[in-house]
């Protein structure tokens, strides 16, 4: 497995959440790094992103002020902190990697390496 997303789980609105997403050094180092999230019958969404040194990050509209992402570049290691959580925040989410100098966006298709989803359940 090269990329692995966790952390997710059932949680009331208005409650947290931290995601985390393991992975592999050779898609990790240099690579930017994204979320995603999955409902079904709709698109795949960005979430978040972040480049490979954490110095940028980028949000989707829904995420900005109550997400966070970040980067333990020496733990191979991407983070999403996300509060105040609301129903239509329930998905699967994703993690995904661009590959080795890979540039931070928002298109998935940009993101080359997609690991297993994480459940996040938010009720009402």
């Known amino acids: 497995v090269q990329l692995q997303a966790s952390g997710g789980g059932l949680v009331q609105a208005g409650g947290s959440l931290r995601l985390s997403c393991a992975a592999s050094?050779?898609?990790?180092?240099?690579?930017?790094m994204g979320w995603f999230r999955h409902v079904p019958g709709k698109e795949r969404e960005f979430v978040a992103g972040?480049?490979?040194?954490?110095?940028?990050?980028y949000y989707a509209d829904f995420a900005k002020g109550r997400f966070t992402t970040s980067r333990d570049n020496a733990k191979n290691t991407m983070y999403l902190q996300m509060n105040s959580l609301k129903p239509e925040d329930t998905a699967v989410y994703y993690c995904?990697?661009?590959?080795?100098?890979?540039?931070?966006?928002?298109?998935?298709?940009?993101?080359?390496?997609w690991g297993q989803g994480t459940q996040v359940t938010v009720s009402s």
């Open positions: 995904a990697s661009t590959g080795a100098y890979g540039r931070v966006g928002a298109n998935l298709q940009g993101y080359h390496y």
């Open positions: 050094k050779p898609i990790f180092s240099s690579a930017a």
């Open positions: 972040i480049s490979w040194s954490g110095g940028s990050t």
